[in-house]
């Protein structure tokens, strides 16, 4: 399965069927249509806002169905435009609405004998946007949705692919600093042990017993030191987890889906592991791979937090 990205954009116009010759005159303007644009970024859970005009509210259950059921995670925005044909101009009333208005009008100055007729451009206004317009534009709107919604997996498709590639880097990079770490520990340990048999001669010289303890006395204790200080700093099963997240994380990109809040909680946990060894680093040359780590692994969670 594909990686899908919280990140992407898509729109798409769709225009009424056009009436068989058959069908009588329809309302709806023959360059009538409707376009979608959906934008989403990331969001820890599925977030919808929908903007449309008052006369396709009733198609929001329907949008909303739609969305959530390709969509899980994300902020996601739909704006839905209508247009037709001279929005600015006058239209050409057809002679149904002409008589459908008059019929509208009698019936009201019965029961209103001193409301004021209709003006033509009263007339002109409710031939302009009234009759079944409107609803000859659902069916479009839900086409362009439905097309729109193809259009944002597709770029999320796109834009996850690419994350995938960052973070293989970046797993690829922590992998280096864990192999680079592991034989330190022994260089470090026997530059320790040699440090406590130099300052312990230097003690004993001081006080003038240097003559009096054995050099195999000495031996022992440094290693009995250096054995302590071995286990303070000894970093192997840090390391060993770490390199398990890793293969873990590499594991849920190839197998794709929705992973994302897998990979959030695994990016804690390598930031757990850079933190412990970052503590027990006791030379530099550690507490460099550390810094190296916690910022390969602060780059991973920039990437993460935009994967659904």
């Known amino acids: 399965m594909p990686v899908y990205s919280m990140t992407g954009y898509a729109s798409a116009s769709s225009q009424p069927s056009a009436p068989s ?32 005009p008052e006369e396709l509210r009733g198609l929001e259950p329907a949008l909303r169905e739609l969305l959530t059921t390709k969509l899980k995670r994300g902020k996601v925005e739909m704006r839905i435009n209508t247009q037709r044909e001279g929005d600015g101009a006058w239209p050409q009333p057809q002679a149904d609405q002409l008589n459908k208005l008059s019929r509208l009008e009698n019936t009201v100055q019965s029961w209103l004998p001193k409301a004021q007729p209709l003006s033509v451009h009263e007339a002109l206004q409710w031939c302009k946007g009234g009759g079944s317009a409107t609803e000859k ?21 796109r834009e996850g692919e690419k994350l995938v590639a960052i973070l293989m880097e970046r797993i690829a990079r922590l992998r280096e600093l864990a192999d680079a770490a592991e034989p330190m520990l022994p260089a470090i340990v026997q ?65 794709g889906g929705e992973i994302g809040k897998r990979l959030d909680f695994l990016i804690q946990e390598l ?18 791979i550390s810094v190296e780590m916690k910022v390969a692994v602060e780059q991973l969670r920039e990437q993460v937090q935009n994967i659904e």
Not at 217 to 234: G, S, T, V
């Open 21 to 52: 010759e058959n069908t009588a005159v329809s309302n709806a303007s023959p360059h009538a249509g409707v376009t979608v644009e959906l934008r989403s970024v990331n969001g820890r859970f599925l977030d919808l806002s929908l903007r449309m």
């Open 137 to 157: 534009l659902d069916e479009p709107a839900l086409e362009a949705a439905r097309q729109c919604v193809v259009g944002l997996l597709e770029a999320r498709e």
């Open 191 to 255: 530059r320790q042990q040699q440090r406590f048999l130099e300052r312990w001669q230097e003690a004993l010289a001081t006080t003038g017993a240097a003559q009096t303890i054995p050099e195999e006395n000495l031996r022992e204790r440094a290693l009995n030191e250096a054995a302590a200080y071995a286990i303070r700093i000894d970093v192997a099963e840090e390391l060993a987890r770490l390199r398990a997240h890793l293969e873990e994380i590499a594991r849920l990109l190839k197998k």
């Open 271 to 288: 930031h757990r592991e850079a933190n412990t060894l970052g503590s027990k680093a006791a030379a530099l040359e550690l507490t460099n």
